[in-house]
């Protein structure tokens, strides 16, 4: 079962941009109404990555020229039909000598200042990556200490959109480094652009686009999201957007067919009578329903019912069902016909209900309500709880409900637009505002929520495929690897946290652009949000700067054992606290592993061969393995499976 959502979020203030539209003469006839604007990015104080061309996007009025001046160098451009243009400038070397902007069409002029160049990062991912500063490791200290201009840093304003946007839904400002700017920043994307400052001695801006409990799949491109999931699931968003009653609608045999298959055939949306029901206790989170089985378990799905008497007039005005803040999920029937599925932790449901739905006399609602982690359920005041007629009065529901414990213990599919786990929702409004900005690379710390979710090793080829299609081929990637959390392994078993972990190492291994930072040592088995980001930080720099990471190579059968080889290490290979290293199985297959006692040997660690049948090697195979199996810099040996080869 997942235990992967985001305990707390964290909102992040955001300045306007110093720099606004200056007009400098009437606009010629028929453009008057575009406003010229460039991509939100290009704003006072703005970092350019060295050595790549620039390409500098916006609007204008369509057709129309379009001057611009970076420093000294000139480029035009027209725009399409559309308004779209972009000016191209040739690449440049490092620079803390700041240039200005400047960039005219139609009557209308821009002019920002103080741009640098340097390396820029963008660091994505869930809760991990927007873990801020101020809770990290000695956070408040090293936010007070920090004094550096040249160390730049944006945070993008966490919203979703159902199409690729050209603006962020807030406007964002670069900010040096100092005390105000840092202590609310993402502490693990600070630390690694800290570092790369000391090591550098460049201009580092640092782009942080994060949101906790965010699955992988909200951050994919368009595109990825097709060719991943098809061209329907996208269409589907396209119909959300102007018809979600007849988009759930069409989800809505996905969801039936789950509940069916994982409760026995029961239809309660049909039949609510086939099952029992309680009274609901109180309007709150189900911990707080002392006496009932969810006072101490509250994951799993479950039925909410309320019964709205209505008279003949207020069935045919047809209504909206609101039911508040409901964690995680819902699916939401009156008289058996689906009319929401939201997810959402912070978001009210507010349902339009047609009057072809509706009768007069009692009609059923009937909510199911499904929670992932920690606390579920009702998560806003009774008041909350309407059915608000058509054009007429407010029925309040804060009384009457019941509620029954569906027994499935699977979760139901997600819909392609859900909030968090919807296909692209995130990158349509936080990464595809930053156009075609070349970067330096990309930081990658997410998984958490998509442990138990099969094919993350797809996932996550085509996000880095889609980030270098936009930000430039040769993107450096680097991916975190799952820190240590949960339950410790006494016996060898399956962790779908190491599966995960070795998918992101599949991945890496796959690709030279990429670097694989392993956390696995310095997580918290209890928290799911470890605090020690400086030290992740300080090997997210090393890789960025193109240092080897450890990865195992191979795992080859030779006279006495199994050697296993491994790459990426410098000053050989130690064992901490033992005779040799800890945590590696052999396995006859998945579920048949046992441990095995191991020595360092150069570079590489030679497993005992005790005479059984063996065709894989795992190593620190739990959701929180204790390791100790390091390179001479303290890199950790990273999770991984390998089968065995001669």
Not at 70 to 97: I, M, N, V
Not at 505 to 529: K, M
Request: aromatic residues 8%; proline residues 7%; hydrophobic residues 45%.
């Amino acid at each position: 079962m997942t235990r992967h959502r985001s305990a707390a979020r964290w909102a992040v203030g955001i300045a306007l941009a110093a720099a606004t539209p200056v007009f400098a003469a009437a606009a010629p006839a028929g453009t008057a109404s575009v406003t010229l604007t460039l991509g939100p990015i290009w704003i006072d104080h703005a970092v350019i990555q060295r050595d790549a061309p620039i390409a500098i996007s916006g609007i204008a009025a369509p057709g129309a020229a379009v001057r611009g001046v970076l420093g000294t160098e000139q480029a035009t451009a027209r725009a399409d039909k559309a308004g779209a243009f972009t000016l191209r400038f040739a690449p440049r070397s490092a620079s803390a000598q700041g240039v200005d902007l400047t960039v005219e069409s139609a009557g209308q002029q821009l002019a920002y200042h103080d741009l640098v160049v340097g390396d820029v990062w963008l660091c994505s991912g869930q809760s991990n990556m927007e873990f801020p500063v101020k809770r990290a490791l000695n956070g408040e200290m090293d936010a007070m200490m920090a004094n550096d201009p040249l160390l730049r840093m944006v945070t993008v304003t966490k919203a979703i959109a159902y199409a690729p946007q050209t603006q962020f839904a807030a406007p964002i400002t670069w900010q040096g480094a100092n005390r105000a700017s840092v202590t609310d920043f993402s502490a693990s994307c600070y630390y690694m652009a800290r570092d790369l400052r000391k090591a550098l001695g460049v201009p580092v801006g640092a782009i942080h686009a994060s949101w906790g409990g965010s699955q992988l799949r909200p951050w994919l491109s368009p595109e990825a999201g097709a060719a991943l999931y098809g061209a329907a699931e996208v269409a589907a968003i396209k119909r959300f957007e102007s018809d979600p009653l007849g988009a759930v609608t069409a989800f809505a045999p996905r969801w039936e067919s789950w509940y069916r298959d994982a409760n026995g055939g029961s239809q309660p949306w049909l039949k609510p009578d086939d099952i029992a029901w309680q009274p609901v206790p109180r309007i709150s989170g189900w911990l707080a329903w002392d006496g009932t089985p969810l006072a101490t378990k509250a994951t799993g799905t479950v039925w909410l019912r309320r019964q709205v008497t209505l008279t003949a007039a207020q069935a045919t005005a047809g209504g909206v069902l609101a039911l508040g803040v409901l964690d995680d999920m819902d699916a939401t029937y009156v008289n058996g016909r689906v009319v929401g599925n939201s997810f959402g932790w912070d978001y009210e449901r507010e349902y339009k209900v047609p009057p072809a739905y509706l009768h007069a006399g009692v009609n059923e609602v009937m909510v199911a309500v499904t929670n992932t982690y920690a606390n579920g359920g009702f998560a806003s005041t009774a008041d909350k709880l309407q059915w608000r007629v058509t054009g007429g009065e407010t029925m309040s529901l804060a009384e009457g409900w019941r509620f029954s414990i569906a027994p499935a213990t699977s979760y139901p599919p997600r819909t392609p637009w859900d909030a968090n786990a919807g296909i692209g929702v995130m990158h349509n409004r936080m990464i595809a505002p930053l156009g075609s900005l070349a970067l330096k690379g990309a930081a990658w710390y997410q998984g958490e929520s998509d442990v138990d979710t099969p094919g993350y090793q797809d996932r996550l080829k085509a996000l880095i495929a889609g980030w270098r299609t936009r930000f430039g081929k040769r993107l450096a990637v680097e991916v975190v690897q799952l820190a240590n959390y949960g339950p410790v392994g006494t016996t060898p078993g399956a962790s779908s946290w190491a599966g995960l972990r070795n998918d992101q190492r599949a991945v890496v291994a796959g690709d030279p652009l990429t670097r694989l930072v392993s956390a696995i040592d310095i997580g918290e088995r209890t928290d799911i949000h470890p605090a020690n980001k400086p030290l992740l930080g300080m090997r997210l720099a090393l890789a960025a700067q193109g240092k080897a990471m450890p990865m195992p190579q191979e795992a080859m059968r030779e006279a006495g054992g199994i050697r296993v080889r491994f790459t990426g290490i410098e000053k050989g290979l130690q064992a901490w606290s033992a005779p040799g290293p800890i945590g590696f199985e052999l396995c006859e297959t998945s579920e048949a592993c046992r441990y095995a006692a191991a020595r360092i040997d150069g570079d590489s660690v030679i497993l005992t061969d005790d005479g059984r049948p063996a065709t894989r090697v795992r190593y620190a195979w739990a959701d929180s393995p204790v390791v100790n199996l390091f390179d001479g810099r303290a890199l950790p040996i990273p999770g991984f499976e390998l089968p065995i080869s001669r």
